[in-house]
């Protein structure tokens, strides 16, 4: 049986306008365009090792992205105009280090962009006890 690795690609829609989404990655998310083909008007971006693939005719997808400062990513974002369909909240206490460091938790954060992908944000912090205490 063959081994299977590491995600490699994932494919996004790039909507009607494949310009005004990858502004949308580079401008809001800092991400930049690692290579794009015209024609046939597609695009990738790297995130880490994975490619991120926009072409048209894909419905939107769900990527999720590791990030740092998520808090002061939100409210730069938010003061910019730009939605998010969730603020940042607490999803999983990792006491046992089942996805990372034990004692971990993980924060999220949701936004779309303008082809309707949905964008997970992700932070992995310190715990803290329910009195605020590390």
Excluded: C
């Amino acid at each position: 049986m063959p081994a299977v690795g590491a995600v490699r690609q994932v494919a996004l829609s790039a909507g009607r306008d494949l310009d005004v989404t990858l502004a949308f990655w580079r401008d809001v998310l800092g991400m930049r365009v690692h290579a794009r083909y015209d024609p046939p008007g597609i695009a990738f971006i790297m995130a880490g090792d994975v490619r991120l693939f926009f072409t048209d005719g894909v419905p939107a997808g769900i990527v999720y992205l590791d990030i740092t400062g998520l808090e002061a990513f939100h409210a730069q974002a938010k003061a910019a105009g730009i939605p998010f369909t969730a603020p940042p909240a607490l999803v999983h206490r990792d006491t046992e280090g089942q996805f990372g460091p034990a004692g971990e938790s993980e924060w999220m954060a949701f936004l779309k962009d303008p082809a309707g992908n949905t964008i997970g944000l992700v932070e992995r912090l310190p715990s803290e006890d329910p009195k605020g205490n590390p």
